[in-house]
């Protein structure tokens, strides 16, 4: 979640807690029954917005909504609450700075334009129709009113000044750290596009030789080809990473039977690793190999590919296992890749989800990678409304799990593909 989200949510936390209280005073005064009525309703709509904003992820439309609706009830305020002499034009002081905070950069100028003719506007109506206002019963009402909305956000607007402001030097820290990970990720990336290229155009160029053997030429054909895979994965990489962060990663969800597609990817993967020093196995629990779930099988292949390949690169011997295991109370499925490689150090274990982050960072390090493939897969697995995580032991393994809902399908019995099938 970015700062701007998170900003936001606080903004219409906020928001719901001055409307929650302001409501609680405005009864306690006995203010006009339409005022108590506009707060509670306030309440309420606050309410709805940041419940969609932070479970449904509706963060621009809600943005937009709030501006409308605050710029509404602002209105309403001015003409219920004793217009300039109650505490609504505080109220507007304190939104418009909030209003900037959450309004995207080239709407700053049309915001305060709005906010300025508003303002205009309602003491304009108020000097030409005063009897539109709805005046204080007492002036000891008018001042406790506007010392109670006065203190309100006196104590609102400072927590989220503070927060602004550490937020802001914590991104400044991430941007720093993330620009050393860029240059590390760029010169990573010109050795790993340059290593099979160089393989590519070499091998191409013994090609014309027209001494070399049948057995020879398939020999040089298969590193072409091997190396021509290795330039599209890194290509398909990017590709998914700037979907992710551009939000147009979309997911094609049908039956997807597990038995016969982890199978697959064992029988795939198996090619990859010496199988006399390195074994693949696969790992069911009992009573669920013929279990047929609801997903985007391309999503699963994407994410268990980049697992597996991790776990090829990282086990010189032992074995890797790939399984799944069933919550029937929190409907969910868990897959996971477990290997007995190298481990993970402590410190590593919370960055290396980060982009462009690896266990070893440097030019000199002995594992192939640019640092994508783990954040592609965590991001994968959010279309997914999943989630993932590692447990790991340095000189032991590592363990990666990845969570989705369970939505189990009914399909027809059909014969299991044969691994190696297409």
Same mark, same amino acid.
């Given at each position: 979640?970015?700062?701007?989200?998170?900003?936001?949510?606080?903004?219409?936390?906020?928001?719901?807690?001055?409307?929650?209280?302001?409501?609680?005073?405005?009864?306690?005064?006995?203010?006009?029954?339409?005022?108590?009525?506009?707060?509670?309703?306030?309440?309420?709509?606050?309410?709805?917005?940041?419940?969609?904003?932070?479970?449904?992820?509706?963060?621009? $439309?809600? =943005? #937009?909504?709030?501006?409308?609706?605050? %710029? !509404?009830? +602002? @209105?309403?305020?001015? /003409?219920?609450?004793?217009?300039?002499?109650?505490?609504?034009?505080?109220?507007?002081?304190?939104?418009?700075?909030?209003?900037?905070?959450?309004? $995207?950069? =080239? #709407?700053?100028?049309?915001?305060?334009? %709005? !906010?300025? +003719? @508003?303002?205009?506007? /309602?003491?304009?109506?108020?000097?030409?129709?005063?009897?539109?206002?709805?005046?204080?019963?007492?002036?000891?009402?008018?001042?406790?009113?506007?010392?109670?909305?006065?203190?309100?956000?006196?104590?609102?607007?400072?927590? +989220?000044?503070?927060?602004?402001?550490?937020?802001?030097?914590?991104?400044?820290?991430?941007?720093?750290?993330?620009?050393?990970?860029?240059?590390?990720?760029?010169?990573?990336?010109?050795?790993?596009?340059?290593?099979?290229?160089?393989?590519?155009?070499?091998?191409?160029?013994?090609?014309?030789?027209?001494?070399?053997?049948?057995?020879?030429?398939?020999?040089?054909?298969?590193?072409?080809?091997?190396?021509?895979?290795?330039?599209?994965?890194?290509?398909?990489?990017?590709?998914?990473?700037?979907?992710?962060?551009?939000?147009?990663?979309?997911?094609?969800?049908?039956?997807?039977?597990?038995?016969?597609?982890?199978?697959?990817?064992?029988?795939?993967?198996?090619?990859?690793?010496?199988?006399?020093?390195?074994?693949?196995?696969?790992?069911?629990?009992?009573?669920?190999?013929?279990?047929?779930?609801?997903?985007?099988?391309?999503?699963?292949?994407?994410?268990?590919?980049?697992?597996?390949?991790?776990?090829?690169?990282?086990?010189?011997?032992?074995?890797?296992?790939?399984?799944?295991?069933?919550?029937?109370?929190?409907?969910?499925?868990?897959?996971?890749?477990?290997?007995?490689?190298?481990?993970?150090?402590?410190?590593?274990?919370?960055?290396?989800?980060?982009?462009?982050?690896?266990?070893?960072?440097?030019?000199?390090?002995?594992?192939?990678?640019?640092?994508?493939?783990?954040?592609?897969?965590?991001?994968?697995?959010?279309?997914?409304?999943?989630?993932?995580?590692?447990?790991?032991?340095?000189?032991?393994?590592?363990?990666?799990?990845?969570?989705?809902?369970?939505?189990?399908?009914?399909?027809?019995?059909?014969?299991?593909?044969?691994?190696?099938?297409?």
């Amino acid at each position: 979640m970015s700062f701007d989200e998170r900003f936001f949510l606080k903004t219409l936390g906020l928001s719901l807690l001055v409307s929650f209280v302001a409501s609680i005073f405005n009864i306690a005064l006995g203010l006009d029954q339409s005022l108590i009525l506009l707060t509670v309703s306030t309440f309420v709509i606050f309410a709805v917005m940041l419940w969609a904003a932070r479970f449904k992820r509706l963060f621009k $439309p809600i =943005r #937009f909504i709030y501006l409308v609706v605050t %710029i !509404f009830i +602002l @209105n309403a305020l001015w /003409l219920l609450n004793a217009g300039s002499k109650g505490p609504t034009l505080l109220i507007f002081q304190a939104l418009f700075a909030l209003g900037l905070f959450i309004t $995207p950069g =080239r #709407f700053y100028i049309p915001i305060a334009v %709005i !906010f300025g +003719l @508003n303002i205009t506007l /309602l003491f304009g109506l108020e000097f030409y129709y005063p009897e539109l206002i709805i005046p204080y019963s007492n002036q000891a009402s008018r001042l406790t009113d506007i010392y109670v909305i006065t203190v309100i956000f006196f104590l609102c607007e400072i927590p +989220l000044i503070y927060y602004a402001h550490n937020s802001f030097k914590t991104e400044k820290t991430k941007a720093l750290e993330s620009d050393k990970m860029k240059n590390s990720f760029l010169a990573n990336m010109s050795h790993e596009i340059r290593t099979p290229m160089n393989a590519i155009l070499g091998f191409s160029e013994l090609l014309r030789d027209d001494d070399i053997s049948r057995k020879e030429k398939h020999q040089y054909l298969d590193i072409i080809k091997e190396n021509g895979n290795v330039l599209l994965d890194l290509l398909g990489n990017i590709l998914n990473l700037s979907k992710l962060e551009a939000d147009l990663m979309e997911k094609k969800e049908g039956p997807v039977q597990v038995y016969p597609f982890m199978e697959q990817m064992k029988f795939t993967f198996e090619k990859q690793v010496n199988l006399e020093k390195v074994r693949i196995v696969t790992e069911y629990p009992m009573g669920y190999k013929d279990i047929c779930i609801y997903s985007d099988e391309l999503i699963l292949y994407q994410v268990f590919s980049n697992l597996l390949n991790n776990a090829i690169r990282f086990t010189t011997r032992g074995q890797i296992t790939i399984g799944f295991f069933i919550d029937e109370i929190q409907p969910s499925i868990t897959f996971f890749v477990r290997d007995t490689g190298l481990g993970i150090t402590p410190e590593k274990v919370s960055l290396i989800f980060e982009r462009f982050r690896q266990g070893d960072e440097t030019l000199q390090r002995n594992h192939q990678g640019v640092g994508l493939g783990l954040t592609i897969s965590k991001g994968l697995m959010a279309v997914l409304n999943g989630t993932m995580w590692v447990e790991s032991k340095i000189n032991k393994g590592s363990t990666f799990y990845f969570r989705q809902p369970l939505k189990k399908v009914e399909v027809p019995q059909i014969a299991l593909k044969s691994p190696g099938m297409n």
